[in-house]
């Protein structure tokens, strides 16, 4: 007769709400022992030219819907945004990966090769905080002027070409929205500013990207909306990935160079690896304070503990004393409760 840990098990095997973090076994211990993930940039996706492919298609797009429309001078500065494969300040943006599929071969076979490895089941609905290497003497100091940080909610990757146009005419209509609004307004769209120059200007906030003569509740839309577009970018892939079923969750982290106290904030945030392209800066994600969520929010210089709900053990020769093993880890590291799932596709040695 079947318990309650294996009631709780077939829930979470079914929950739509996590995203399942692969990783290997050194990982799985630093995540738990730390309670932090990395959040990586995007520059150094493992696929670099992925954040190029979504330009090009938004760039598409956007061209084939601007045709005989006469905004040339807005469709132009859209075209140089995705066709950089990166938009304004998007080399900020800061990704966390996991998976849709708790028991992916796939997955296994890329993180764990012939050796265990695991999934740790991440609750989405619940928000993480950026975690500073510098003590302020306050768990949470607050905002910091001159410092942007904003939380993108968790996203699916699109592989397929109808998914993919799906993503980039979502984000198109609500440009084409806001540029009704503003012609209402009696405001010409070409005040949008170019790429370019707001790459240069590295701006703090991304209101201040738009005309301040811009209604404030129009330029904040129109911040929204780059936004969207920025992280479209980067949550397209190319279709031969689609057995990953990658779910992301990204943030922008950007200090304006005017401000000492903001340049210092980022860099205490920031992290360094050794990756295949390069020194990759990382941020470090932990649990956040309890309290209403917010998209936007400040640096935190204490380590709670991570949202885990599960964690997934590869197919393995060791069985019930491998999943054994990982539930005494997680009980020596404050995540008891958190029942641990061993994979159901056959263990080929």
């Known amino acids: 007769m079947p318990g309650v840990a294996d009631d709780q ?43 190029q492919l979504g330009g090009r298609l938004i760039a598409e797009r956007a061209a084939a819907r601007a045709a005989g429309q006469g905004r040339p001078e807005l469709d132009e500065r859209l075209r140089r945004i995705s066709e950089d494969g990166l938009g304004p300040a998007a080399s900020r943006f800061y990704i966390l990966s996991a998976s849709q599929l708790w ?49 993108q909610s968790w996203a699916p990757v699109r592989y397929t070409p109808e998914r993919q146009a799906e993503l980039a005419d979502t984000v198109l209509d609500g440009m084409d ?92 945030a920031l992290n360094y690896r050794p990756t295949g392209y390069g020194i990759a800066p990382y941020l470090r994600l932990t649990g956040a304070a309890p309290g209403p969520a917010e998209r936007t929010g400040s640096l935190t210089s204490t380590a709670r503990a991570l ?22 880890l997680l009980a020596a590291s404050g995540y008891g409760e958190v029942p641990v799932l061993r994979s159901e596709i056959p263990f080929r040695g």
Do not use: C
């Open 9 to 51: 098990s077939e829930a979470v095997r079914a929950d739509p709400a996590l995203a399942w973090h692969y990783t290997n076994g050194p990982g799985l211990i630093s995540i738990l022992r730390s309670h932090t993930l990395w959040a990586t940039s995007a520059a150094f996706l493992n696929d670099r030219h992925e954040v």
């Open 103 to 151: 028991d992916s071969l796939a997955m296994w076979r890329l993180y764990g090769g012939a050796q265990e490895s695991y999934a740790i089941g991440l609750d989405t609905r619940e928000p993480l905080s950026v975690l500073s290497g510098r003590s302020t003497g306050a768990d949470d100091p607050g905002p910091v002027p001159g410092l942007f940080l904003q939380r």
């Open 177 to 268: 929205a806001q540029l009704a609004e503003l012609r209402t307004l009696g405001i010409d769209p070409g005040q949008v500013p170019d790429s370019a120059a707001d790459r240069e200007a590295a701006e703090p906030d991304p209101r201040d990207r738009f005309d301040t003569q811009l209604p404030a509740a129009v330029r904040d839309k129109m911040a929204a909306l780059f936004e969207d577009m920025q992280q479209a970018l980067l949550l397209i892939n190319h279709p031969g990935f689609i057995d990953e079923r990658e779910t992301r969750y990204s943030l922008i982290l950007q200090a304006h160079p005017g401000f000492a106290e903001a340049v210092r904030a980022e860099d205490a």
């Open 307 to 328: 949202p885990v709900r599960a964690v997934a053990i590869s197919p393995s020769p060791n069985g019930a004393v491998a999943a054994d093993s990982v539930r005494r």
